[in-house]
T-cell receptor
């Protein structure tokens, strides 16, 4: 089992739709969680951190479920410009602070 | 603030040739990462530096890959000799403890 798993998609949704992605992780000692966005042929860029209490940034909401070991990203009112790959990142400590990336979930928002 | 700078952006070499990538992290970021990203996959860690010390290089294929970070600032990643399977995007990232900032990457094609 991979340390961080994501459904690669693609998720194909119309503008204005609400879409949610999940990411599961295997190491219960994981401590920090992030969502990154990666556009085609570009580098990943930080979208938002994920906190236990959940956090919201405009149309984006991220949540962490430690008991079930997954994080989620919800995008409301999808825009064409949201089309990208969304990577979840899980960081574990225990001597080496190593971020591990999922393979990413592809989102395509169409008119 | 200047971001993470990588060069070259693209490199095409014949197999068995050497190649080197260069990374200049964000000023003040002590932690530097080299990642390799294959098409349709998330970035995979090759090596992590804390200042000039390589603290995690377990995923670096040491028979052909080497890296250095002299003076704890710039870093170079070298492959010698390159193989066809090394074709990928090589990403450098730096961190001060709050997420990771990536450079634009070097797209390597081995022919």
């Amino acid at each position: 089992r991979k340390e961080v798993e994501q459904d690669p998609g693609p998720f194909n949704v119309p503008e204005g739709a609400t879409v949610a992605f999940n990411c599961t992780y295997s190491n219960s000692a994981s401590q920090s969680f992030f969502w990154y966005r990666q556009d085609c042929r570009k580098e990943p860029k930080l979208l938002m951190s994920v906190y236990s209490s959940g956090n919201e940034d405009g149309r984006f909401t991220a949540q962490l479920n430690r008991a079930s070991q997954y994080i989620s990203l919800l995008i409301r009112d999808s825009k064409l410009s949201d089309s990208a790959t969304y990577l979840c990142v899980v960081t574990r400590s225990g001597g080496s602070y190593i971020p591990t990336f999922g393979r990413g979930t592809s989102l395509i928002v169409h008119p | 603030e200047a971001g993470v700078v990588q060069s070259p952006r693209y490199k095409i070499i014949e197999k068995k040739q050497p190649v080197a990538f260069w990374c200049n992290p964000i000023s003040g970021h002590n932690t530097l990462y080299w990642y390799r990203q294959n098409l349709g996959q998330g970035p995979e860690l090759l090596i992590r530096y804390e200042n000039e010390e390589a603290v995690d290089d377990s995923q670096l294929p040491k028979d052909r890959f080497s890296a250095e970070r002299l003076k704890g600032v710039d870093s170079t990643l070298k492959i010698q000799p390159a193989e066809l399977g090394d074709s990928a995007v090589y990403l450098c990232a730096s961190s001060s403890g709050q997420g990771y900032t990536f450079g634009s990457g070097t797209r390597l094609t081995v022919v």
